[in-house]
């Protein structure tokens, strides 16, 4: 048991290293986002995209070796990309209120 104890402490820390990274890298990836809404908003360009949502969300499917299926990794994603939009109308709206 005890065994069985120190494995699952050793995972949890290892999941608690990896929920890091992923936060730093999330909003790396919402930096790159709100970057590109504004560069957008200079061009006159619509904030949303769907052809390139799409190409987006099929480059992740692509990637995905699993374990989470296709069908997950695009909801995780789609969740991703209407956050980073949200942020690109915030970043619009106090550039332009």
């Known amino acids: ?3 069985v104890l120190t494995n699952i402490e050793e995972l949890r820390g290892r999941i608690d290293v990896i929920d ?4 730093r890298l999330l909003n790396v990836r919402v930096a790159c986002a709100v970057e590109v809404g504004r560069l957008k908003h200079e061009a006159g ?3 949303y ?3 390139r949502e ?8 692509e990637a995905n070796a699993g374990p989470l299926d296709n069908e997950a990794m695009t909801r995780l994603f789609e969740r991703i ?3 980073a ?3 690109e109308r915030l970043a619009a709206a106090k550039r332009h209120p």
Request: net charge negative; no cysteine.
């Open 49 to 51: 995209q769907p052809v």
């Open 1 to 3: 048991m005890a065994e």
């Open 45 to 47: 360009l619509p904030i």
């Open 85 to 87: 939009r949200r942020l």
């Open 20 to 23: 890091e990274q992923l936060v």
């Open 81 to 83: 990309i209407d956050e």
């Open 54 to 61: 799409a190409e987006g969300l099929a480059n992740v499917r």
